[in-house]
């Protein structure tokens, strides 16, 4: 079947600071991948995508990077602000065209919490 | 471009009322995606309409259902409630199928069942 495993938070961090989020993923099929961000009282935007194999998708100083060999997805930020906090979604859907078409399969999500 | 529409914000219900949801999608998209995110459960998949028609629903009871128009406009209807369906209530949009196109999604419905 088709399911996302992400690291459990929260996570904790401050400013400046590295952040890695693990995804894993596994699917039946070729899956597409995303990142969505829920900010506090929100609901989500999509933060960024990648669509095949090695392709590294970006945003806002954010990166993830669809390893099939490794059925992963991290999320990356070199430098995170205190604006970043919030929780972060790893996602995937397939390309299978019956009823599961377009459907998202969400981890369980990342809380984010970075200190000045 | 107008970006998904939910209405209400909020919602206050009492156990055994019903409550009505509604999306309107991005312009041009045809797909309705309902989810529910309760607290500790994460995203969970409840429904999708295409053109119309209900195409595939989740791990949800039968007092979960919805409609979507002709305009592709959707409402989520939840009869008998129960406390346990408190959650954010997020609608999604995606284009005419043709691939696994990103979906957009609205800011949600907060229904309190009390």
């Known amino acids: 079947g088709n399911s996302v495993t992400q690291m459990e938070g929260p996570v904790t961090l401050s400013e400046e600071a590295f952040l890695t989020i693990n995804c894993t993923y596994t699917a039946t099929g070729y899956p597409s991948l995303f990142w969505y961000v829920q900010y506090p009282g929100e609901g989500l935007q999509l933060l960024l995508k990648a669509t095949k194999a090695d392709d590294k998708g970006s945003n806002k100083g954010f990166e993830a990077t669809y390893r099939k060999e490794t059925t992963s997805f991290h999320l990356e930020k070199g430098s995170v602000q205190v604006s970043d906090s919030a929780v972060y979604f790893c996602?995937?859907?397939?390309?299978?065209?019956?009823?599961?078409?377009?459907?998202?399969?969400f981890g369980r999500g990342t809380q984010l919490t970075v200190w000045p | 471009e107008a970006g998904v529409t939910q209405s209400p914000t909020h919602l206050i219900k009492t156990r055994g009322q019903q409550a009505t949801l509604r999306c309107s999608p991005i312009?041009?998209?045809?797909?309705v995606y309902w989810y529910q995110q309760a607290l500790g459960l994460g995203l969970q998949f409840l429904l999708w309409?295409?053109?119309?028609?209900?195409?595939n629903r989740g791990n949800f009871p039968p007092r979960f259902s919805g409609r979507q128009f002709p305009n592709y406009s959707s409402e989520l209807n939840v009869n008998a409630l129960e406390l346990e369906d408190s959650a954010l209530y997020l609608c999604?949009?995606?284009?005419?199928?043709?691939?696994?196109?990103?979906?957009?999604f609205g800011p949600g419905t907060r229904l309190l069942v009390l």
């Open positions: 309409y295409d053109e119309g028609e209900e195409r």
């Open positions: 996602a995937l859907t397939t390309h299978d065209r019956g009823s599961t078409l377009g459907r998202l399969y």
């Open positions: 999604a949009s995606r284009p005419l199928a043709g691939g696994p196109q990103t979906q957009y």
């Open positions: 312009s041009g998209h045809t797909s």
